[in-house]
């Protein structure tokens, strides 16, 4: 149970890392857009 815990953590920091990565990288668009999601 606390290994499945353990995977579960690590997949949603993995997603959110890939998510501000992304943002990162979309930043200027976002801001040039206007359509900045906070979170």
Do not use: P, V
Request: a positive charge; hydrophobic letters at 30%.
């Amino acid at each position: 149970m606390g290994d499945e815990h353990i995977l579960r953590k690590r997949i949603g920091m993995r997603k959110l890392e890939s998510r501000a990565r992304f943002k990162r990288n979309g930043i200027a668009n976002e801001a040039d857009s206007g359509n900045r999601t906070g979170g």
